[in-house]
């Protein structure tokens, strides 16, 4: 069901930005203390904040944000990790993040949101990063995918520590939080492989039938689903069925750029329309649902990201964050 701009919800909240913001994120791991991390990006800087929302304490009207600290760097961030040894509920904070950045190198951050701040820039792809992610366990290791065909596993220290070829660019990732040897690894030629990380062979790959596939989810809360957009469609697949996907439906016209599952509720998702367009689209689906159950809009809107328990979502947008809350 492709949706118009005519129904289109306005965001629940806004935060204003300095410049356009090319990417955000949710922390997803907990030891957050009160509220949530939240890092977003565009071309110079990179903001952590955190924010509460009347969901999470009554005494709070909406939505409260606060800026911890400003990362001036220079350089276009084109996507941004978390770290689950993040730690802001003890005495002595610690953040750490990992971005891609568009020069093609990685940069991992860590900060005690004072006067100590490091950046570790680590190197070897030899074109543009799309994603990356930190092992959920012990966030010892990262693993990051390209348009250079690899995928590449880094220890913190910027050394490369094993690298796979894939069949066409590198477009998602997602680490399994359980069984820390399986990392998906979806291909824009619309192949999502499941690699096992001790033999590095593929031990399952699902199908699109179809291409460019532009991104893909893992449902973490129930690891049977994955979830992906290809041309201007979103695909289900239930893996224990079929290589094939069991849902495929037409959401966005001008393209479909990004999907994520809800970390909230395992029937939730979320996908965009291709941002550069006057207005990109933001559509929330249920899996119960025949149509989407939200549209929201914004001026070229791009990143996507789930809040770690609400059923909130939030993207970027032209010199603001957007925060939409979805009525279950």
Known sequence: MLVNDGAARRASHTVPSEETVHVVEFNPFESCGAGSLVAYGGDNYIV??????????????????????????????????????TKMDTLTQLIRFCAADADRKLRLLTSDLKQNTRW?????????????????????????????????????????????????????????????????VAEKDGIIRFYDLVSLQAILSLDCGQMPLLSADWCLGNTIKVGAVAGNDWLIWDITRSSYPQEKR????????????????ENLFATTGYPGKMNSQLLVHHLGHPQAIMLGSAPVASGLSWHRTLPLCAIGGDRKILFWMTEM
């Open 250 to 265: 037409p959401s966005h016209l001008d393209g479909a750029r990004r999907f994520r599952w809800s970390k909230a509720n």
């Open 48 to 85: 952590v904040g955190n924010c509460r929302f009347q969901e999470e304490d009554a005494e709070i009207k909406g939505m409260e944000y606060k800026t911890l600290q400003t990362f001036h760097r220079g350089i276009r961030v084109d996507s941004i990790a978390w770290s689950p040894e």
């Open 120 to 184: 570790q820039v680590i190197e070897g792809h030899t074109d543009y990063i799309n994603d990356l992610v930190f092992d959920p366990n012990t966030g010892k290791q990262i693993a990051s995918v390209s348009d250079d065909h690899t995928c590449r596993i880094w220890d913190l220290d910027g050394n490369q520590k094993t690298s796979f070829l894939l069949h066409s660019p590198g477009m998602s990732l997602c680490w399994h939080p359980e069984e820390m040897y399986k990392l998906m």
